[in-house]
């Protein structure tokens, strides 16, 4: 049996597989960061009373979105945020193909080549998001 060559430099591969080895903490340090450009603006717009903190996550940043609502009441304890609900929109990876166009979803069922050409070289579209989208409150 040969070995082929992955597509997509390996590298989402590589993403997509230390996302189970990496620890908990990884997720909390993100966690921390909305947490804080999200009081900045609540602040900014002057609301109290935040209800919901919605924000979108890409595949490609290896965050657990189960992990990221467990830590969240702890690192909304204190703040503005404090009795919110997280809102996740998660964003799974798409790529388009620079040799024919196509636009796909890496995986490994498709060795992360263009399911079409078979081409390696793709521009990756979407999953890499870690954004806030919106915040309710009053
Ligand atoms: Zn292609």
Request: glycine share 8%.
């Amino acid at each position: 049996m040969s070995k082929r060559p992955l597509c997509f430099g390996g590298g989402l591969q590589q993403k997509l597989l230390t996302e189970k080895k990496r620890n908990e903490m990884h997720e909390m340090s993100y966690i921390l960061r909305i947490v804080r450009l999200a009081e900045r603006t609540a602040a900014e717009n002057s609301l109290e009373k935040i209800d919901a903190v919605e924000i979108a996550v890409g595949e490609m940043t290896g965050l657990v979105p189960e992990y990221l609502t467990r830590y969240y009441p702890e690192a909304a304890r204190g703040t503005a945020l404090e009795g919110s609900e997280l809102v996740i929109d998660y964003v799974p990876v798409r790529a388009r193909c620079e040799n024919c166009g196509a636009e796909y979803a890496p995986s490994r069922e498709n060795r992360y080549c263009c399911p079409v050409c078979g081409s390696p070289r793709a521009k990756v579209l979407a999953g890499r998001e870690f954004e806030l989208v919106r915040i309710t409150g009053e």
